[in-house]
């Protein structure tokens, strides 16, 4: 029926048609147009449809082919109607959903070269059973390696983990089995919460969370005992739910020297299962201690390549601000873990004078400034950190900080920033600071 309307009408621009009849329509929806549709033996509503709905999508596709002249019609006009039929779903959609759709689309762009990289991984492997793709197979994983002074004592740090692992050949990757180690509901509970409180873990979806939960073992550990030892290769990462640990490093006379102590929350191994070399520091529990022990495939399947991002996406930010300048790569690895990501919107108050602190801040994008009794004293720029006296003094926060424009900051809790950073070089800087 369609095709006996003799009024059916498009245009075409003036540049597609030949010039004695350029500005002139292929067919125009005329008085005799309009006759040939009241012709058709169809109902009112199918002729209205015909005309507000079916003719106009018509023309502008015919138009559009006739413009683009396609070499397959066919394939160009069902593409021409899938793509509007998207451009009019887009149109419906209100910001929030498309600010939605937009995170979905990233997220599976991200799973997708995650995906990709699994298999240049797999290729590579398999591509290592020749001596010599080994060897060069070894010379591309030179990035794997700790950094270099990740074994240097630490004397007037904070507590960090000291400890990494020699490359052996159950590094070969295969197919990944979690183990799951029966517990009660009351050990899940306590695991739970001890996992919680580790910033290595506490950002894990649901399901790799429940992983971790069934691969991880409760391990008692009495006072002396020696839980890693320096030198040895190292096949599991612990986690610390009660008790001190020690960590000892061998110097050159043969004397062990305790370097940092390690407590409740903290991690340690967890450089045995990220880097290839034997185990840096031996750790000793102090008393009688509770860990909990994770294997080396559930870590590097379900932890590794999150924890590796993070630190290195802060790492070369971390070694630019002048506060942290002194510490080694290891030391902003650590300090890389704590760090919680949080955004401020223009005019928006990060903290307020009077209030309790909580957290210390570093400026990662925008700026920010300081007001005192409503005059302000201060700007702040990339890289500029505040909220330290608060917490050093344990006093009020003394001015109010606030948004310049969109600002997005970098915050660390109290625990961790007495646990991480050197004190006393803040106060003494401090000191200066605010003069």
């Avoid at 209030?355 to 005059?375: P, R, W």
């Avoid at 608060?390 to 600002?407: D, E």
Wanted: negative net charge.
């Amino acid at each position: 029926q369609v095709s006996r309307l003799q009024g059916f009408d498009f245009f075409v621009e003036q540049r597609d048609l030949p010039s004695a009849r350029q500005s002139q329509p292929l067919r125009s929806l005329t008085s005799e147009a309009m006759e040939g549709l009241e012709a058709l033996k169809i109902s009112e509503d199918k002729k209205k449809y015909i005309v507000d709905s079916l003719n106009p999508v018509l023309e502008e596709m015919v138009a559009d082919c006739i413009h683009k002249m396609p070499q397959d019609p066919v394939l160009f006009m069902l593409e021409w109607l899938e793509h509007k039929k998207v451009d009019e779903e887009d149109k419906m959609l209100s910001p929030e959903e498309k600010q939605r759709l937009a995170e979905e689309n990233k997220q599976l762009q991200d799973d997708i070269n995650k995906v990709k990289s699994q298999m240049q991984e797999c290729a590579k492997l398999a591509a290592g059973e020749k001596e010599e793709e080994e060897e060069e197979e070894s010379e591309d994983d030179a990035d794997d390696e700790p950094p270099p002074d990740f074994e240097r004592p630490q004397t007037n740090r904070a507590r960090q983990s000291v400890s990494a692992e020699a490359y052996g050949e159950w590094n070969t990757k295969k197919a990944f089995v979690p183990p799951v180690i029966p517990k009660s509901d009351e050990q899940k509970e306590r695991l739970k919460l001890v996992l919680s409180k580790s910033f290595m873990f506490s950002n894990l979806d649901e399901n790799d969370f429940s992983i971790l939960i069934g691969a991880m073992k409760e391990v008692p550990v009495s006072q002396g005992q020696r839980v890693i030892n320096q030198g040895d290769n190292g096949d599991f990462l612990f986690v610390i739910e009660s008790g001190d640990f020690d960590c000892l490093i061998k110097g050159p006379d043969g004397e062990e020297k305790v370097v940092k102590t390690c407590v409740p929350g903290d991690v340690f191994g967890e450089l045995a299962l990220l880097y290839n070399c034997p185990r840096a520091a031996s750790v000793q529990s102090k008393g009688a201690s509770v860990c909990w022990q994770l294997d080396r495939d559930t870590f590097s399947n379900i932890v590794k390549e999150a924890a590796q991002k993070k630190r290195e996406r802060y790492d070369n930010f971390l070694a630019k601000v002048p506060l942290l300048s002194s510490m080694d790569m290891y030391e902003r690895s650590q300090l890389s873990d704590a760090l919680q990501t949080e955004t401020f919107t223009d005019g928006k108050n990060v903290m307020t004078q009077g209030e309790v602190g909580s957290k210390f801040y570093i400026i990662e994008e925008g700026s920010a400034y300081a007001t005192k009794n409503g005059v302000k004293v201060m700007d702040y720029g990339v890289g500029d950190y505040f909220g330290e006296l608060a917490l050093i003094t344990n006093q009020p926060r003394a001015a109010t900080v606030v948004a310049q424009g969109a600002c997005k900051l970098l915050s660390l809790d109290s625990g961790s920033f007495k646990r991480l950073l050197n004190v006393n070089d803040l106060l003494e800087r401090s000191a200066t600071k605010y003069k």
